[in-house]
Protein backbone atom coordinates (compact mmCIF):
# COMPACT_ATOMS: atom_id res chain seq x y z
CA UNK A 1 0.00 0.00 0.00
CA UNK A 2 1.56 3.64 -1.11
CA UNK A 3 -1.09 5.76 0.60
CA UNK A 4 -1.17 6.52 4.08
CA UNK A 5 -3.14 8.75 6.36
CA UNK A 6 -2.70 12.32 6.17
CA UNK A 7 -4.59 13.63 9.09
CA UNK A 8 -7.41 13.81 11.51
CA UNK A 9 -10.19 15.40 9.62
CA UNK A 10 -12.94 15.01 12.21
CA UNK A 11 -13.66 14.41 15.92
CA UNK A 12 -16.57 13.03 17.62
CA UNK A 13 -17.50 14.21 21.01
CA UNK A 14 -20.55 12.74 23.13
CA UNK A 15 -23.05 15.89 24.79
CA UNK A 16 -25.89 15.52 26.32
CA UNK A 17 -27.58 18.53 24.57
CA UNK A 18 -26.92 19.90 21.41
CA UNK A 19 -27.75 23.58 21.89
CA UNK A 20 -26.12 23.85 25.65
CA UNK A 21 -22.99 22.60 23.92
CA UNK A 22 -22.47 23.92 21.09
CA UNK A 23 -23.12 27.26 22.74
CA UNK A 24 -20.52 26.67 25.41
CA UNK A 25 -17.98 25.06 22.46
CA UNK A 26 -18.42 28.55 20.10
CA UNK A 27 -19.01 31.49 22.76
CA UNK A 28 -15.97 29.58 25.59
CA UNK A 29 -13.63 27.67 22.77
CA UNK A 30 -14.37 30.35 19.90
CA UNK A 31 -15.64 27.40 17.62
CA UNK A 32 -17.75 28.08 14.60
CA UNK A 33 -20.55 26.79 14.06
CA UNK A 34 -21.13 24.92 10.44
CA UNK A 35 -24.44 23.15 11.05
CA UNK A 36 -26.72 22.13 13.80
CA UNK A 37 -29.65 19.93 13.98
CA UNK A 38 -31.44 18.37 17.00
CA UNK A 39 -28.76 15.17 17.11
CA UNK A 40 -25.75 16.83 15.93
CA UNK A 41 -23.83 20.02 15.49
CA UNK A 42 -20.56 20.64 13.55
CA UNK A 43 -18.09 22.98 14.78
CA UNK A 44 -14.54 24.46 13.10
CA UNK A 45 -12.31 25.14 15.46
CA UNK A 46 -8.17 24.08 16.12
CA UNK A 47 -7.92 23.22 12.45
CA UNK A 48 -10.23 20.80 13.00
CA UNK A 49 -14.29 19.91 12.33
CA UNK A 50 -15.80 18.90 15.88
CA UNK A 51 -18.94 16.59 15.51
CA UNK A 52 -21.00 17.11 19.05
CA UNK A 53 -22.70 13.85 18.76
CA UNK A 54 -26.30 13.92 21.48
CA UNK A 55 -25.38 10.78 23.37
CA UNK A 56 -27.03 8.93 26.03
CA UNK A 57 -26.44 10.30 29.78
CA UNK A 58 -23.04 9.95 31.16
CA UNK A 59 -21.49 9.57 28.00
CA UNK A 60 -17.84 10.96 27.47
CA UNK A 61 -14.69 10.67 25.54
CA UNK A 62 -12.19 10.05 28.20
CA UNK A 63 -10.86 6.32 29.12
CA UNK A 64 -9.27 4.74 32.17
CA UNK A 65 -5.75 3.87 31.82
CA UNK A 66 -4.05 0.53 33.25
CA UNK A 67 -3.45 2.74 36.34
CA UNK A 68 -7.45 3.52 36.87
CA UNK A 69 -6.34 7.08 35.89
CA UNK A 70 -9.29 9.11 33.84
CA UNK A 71 -7.34 10.33 30.89
CA UNK A 72 -8.28 12.84 27.71
CA UNK A 73 -8.46 11.88 24.10
CA UNK A 74 -7.47 15.42 22.44
CA UNK A 75 -4.80 17.47 23.48
CA UNK A 76 -5.01 21.33 21.49
CA UNK A 77 -1.48 23.17 20.96
CA UNK A 78 -0.56 26.15 21.92
CA UNK A 79 2.54 28.29 20.49
CA UNK A 80 5.03 28.53 23.75
CA UNK A 81 4.08 29.01 27.35
CA UNK A 82 3.08 32.16 27.39
CA UNK A 83 0.70 31.44 25.45
CA UNK A 84 -0.78 28.20 27.41
CA UNK A 85 -0.59 30.38 30.60
CA UNK A 86 -2.66 33.46 28.69
CA UNK A 87 -5.16 30.50 27.48
CA UNK A 88 -5.23 29.19 31.21
CA UNK A 89 -5.87 32.69 32.58
CA UNK A 90 -9.34 33.44 29.61
CA UNK A 91 -10.63 29.87 30.13
CA UNK A 92 -10.74 30.75 34.16
CA UNK A 93 -11.92 34.14 32.81
CA UNK A 94 -14.41 32.51 30.85
CA UNK A 95 -15.40 30.40 33.63
CA UNK A 96 -14.27 27.15 32.42
CA UNK A 97 -13.14 24.16 34.77
CA UNK A 98 -9.41 23.83 34.45
CA UNK A 99 -6.78 22.23 36.09
CA UNK A 100 -3.43 23.83 37.05
CA UNK A 101 -0.72 24.22 34.92
CA UNK A 102 1.67 20.99 35.21
CA UNK A 103 4.79 19.93 34.02
CA UNK A 104 5.20 16.33 33.19
CA UNK A 105 8.93 15.60 32.97
CA UNK A 106 8.50 16.40 28.86
CA UNK A 107 8.96 19.49 26.76
CA UNK A 108 6.68 22.53 27.45
CA UNK A 109 3.78 22.22 29.99
CA UNK A 110 -0.01 21.36 29.92
CA UNK A 111 -3.54 21.88 31.59
CA UNK A 112 -6.45 20.04 31.43
CA UNK A 113 -10.07 21.27 30.76
CA UNK A 114 -13.51 19.87 30.76
CA UNK A 115 -16.56 20.43 28.56
CA UNK A 116 -20.27 21.36 29.71
CA UNK A 117 -20.43 17.04 29.94
CA UNK A 118 -17.15 16.36 31.66
CA UNK A 119 -15.20 15.72 28.37
CA UNK A 120 -11.75 16.11 29.60
CA UNK A 121 -9.48 18.09 27.18
CA UNK A 122 -5.22 18.46 27.51
CA UNK A 123 -3.92 22.10 26.53
CA UNK A 124 0.26 22.25 25.12
CA UNK A 125 2.46 24.82 25.38
CA UNK A 126 4.56 22.56 21.62
CA UNK A 127 2.93 23.26 18.62
CA UNK A 128 3.89 20.27 16.41
CA UNK A 129 7.37 20.72 14.10
CA UNK A 130 5.50 19.89 11.14
CA UNK A 131 2.61 22.50 11.71
CA UNK A 132 5.17 25.24 12.55
CA UNK A 133 6.95 24.26 9.76
CA UNK A 134 3.87 24.29 6.93
CA UNK A 135 2.34 27.58 8.37
CA UNK A 136 5.56 29.55 9.37
CA UNK A 137 4.84 29.70 12.91
CA UNK A 138 8.16 30.51 15.49
CA UNK A 139 8.81 30.39 18.84
CA UNK A 140 6.73 32.47 21.44
CA UNK A 141 8.58 32.42 24.67
Do not use: C
Request: negative net charge.
Amino acid sequence: MTEKLLRIGTTYIPISNVEQSSDWYINKLGAELSYKDEDKAILNFANQSIFLVRSNENQSSNFIDIYGNERFSLTFEVNGLNALEAIHRDFIEKEIRVDEIEDRGHSGRNFVFYDLDGNKFDVWSELSPSFKEKYLIYNET
